[in-house]
């Protein structure tokens, strides 16, 4: 299966590079799917995780406030304002991680009622790590 | 023969100085250190960030059934009222750092004027801010103490007002002229349009699919605050950009004063050397005259 290119950029650098598999992202009119030779799309994001399924079948998180992405048939270019990458090499570094997480979330969505739905996502996604 | 005294004022006066802009220096060494790593992490951002804008503006321009019709987007024959932001910074001492940029800035003052073209100048920093009020150039609005300490919530406000007043047609068109780091020993002045949106470099190739597929409703508020959030961190960065190239100005300034300084305690030296050996000298004849009249 192919893979596609994928840029994740922050105000602070550059949070994701590299080939994925797929990735899930959260639109402004709900979630959608992005496989490799995609056709051209370019759309809104708002608050919630971003999915990135690699080469090696696993699973990375990426929790983000309000973005925008960028969909050409060679690569996907994601533009977000805040981000946590919920990832780490032992318990406490995905611990802080999600803790960083929800203290994003708390500070981007009190209007939003997804709020709950996000934050149980990024528990299970920190979960599936340890 | 200057006086001794004197010359020894100087040169105590001078090694001050000298401590001073050394000082200056390292402070601003150790604020580009920081500044610098700021803005070299949002480069990135800020360049994929034009370039998606530019590939959405290309797309629009390319795939005339579209029928998007977004002013930002628009090309705009004959402006009649522009806005042009400048950035300069809170403080002198830098060398050319703030003239260059208010030198840009009436260049385009003055093109602007021969096309008959209103500009409404919105500036950010002390120094360029006074320098206009001096030369009795109408500011339309200024913000001081934004460029040494660059915040985001204040930038977007400071911003929305234009964007505000572009898409309500008020004004067609939107420059920011600021001073940037290129690299520690220069800075890199930017003239930038950011609205409308420049679409001109775009080629429209038949081989890439020039569709522009945006969900139908969405479509208006989706590129009104994509442009939002293009021009916002369009001027966050030029803030940041312009701590940056400041700081590496101002660093190169102080280094240069001090060395001069250096050469100037150096040649006030010799001349106090040579008057105290006139000095003596003369002493000296003044004795042995002395002695030879008692013989």
Known sequence: MDTLKLEILTPNGLIYDGEAMSVTLPGEEGEFGVLANHSSISTLLEAGVIDIEKEDKSVESILISWGVVNVDEKKVIVLVEGAVAIRGESESAIAQALGEAKELISSIADSNPAIASVSAKIESAAKRLI | ?295
């Open chain 2, 1 to 295: 023969m200057a006086n001794l005294k004197d010359i020894q004022r100087q040169i105590k006066s001078v090694s001050n100085t000298q401590k001073t802009t050394r000082a200056m220096k390292l402070v601003s060494t150790a604020k580009l250190r920081r500044a610098e790593e700021l803005a070299r992490r949002s480069r990135l951002y800020a360049v994929k960030m034009n370039q998606v804008i530019a590939e959405i503006a290309g797309r629009i321009k390319c795939s005339k059934i579209g029928g998007i019709d977004n002013r930002c987007f628009a090309k705009i024959e004959n402006p009649k009222v522009v806005d042009i932001i400048f950035v300069t910074a809170d403080k002198g001492l830098c060398g050319g750092f703030n003239i260059q940029t208010i030198k840009a800035v009436k260049k385009l003052l003055k093109e602007y004027k021969s096309q008959n073209v209103k500009v409404r100048l919105r500036g950010i920093g002390k120094k360029g801010v006074e320098f206009f009020k001096y030369n009795e150039v109408e500011l339309f609005d200024s913000v001081i103490d934004l460029s040494s300490k660059p915040d985001k919530a204040r930038s977007d406000k400071f911003i929305a007002a234009s964007i505000e007043d572009y898409k309500d047609g008020k004004i067609d068109g939107l420059h920011i002229i600021y001073n940037g780091f290129k690299n520690m020993m220069t800075q890199e002045l930017h003239v930038n349009k950011l609205l409308p949106v420049d679409s001109d470099q775009y080629e429209c190739e038949e081989t890439q699919s020039s569709m522009l597929e945006i969900e139908a409703q969405d479509e208006e508020h989706m590129l009104d605050s994509l442009v939002n959030r293009y021009v916002e961190y369009a001027i966050y960065y030029a803030l940041i950009d312009s701590v940056a190239a400041e700081h590496s100005a101002r660093m190169q300034a102080m280094e240069t004063a001090t060395s001069n300084a250096k050469d100037m305690v150096k040649s006030l030296k010799v001349k106090f050397n040579k008057a105290r050996q006139a000095a003596i000298t003369t002493e000296l004849i003044e004795i042995i005259s002395g002695v030879e009249s008692m013989k």
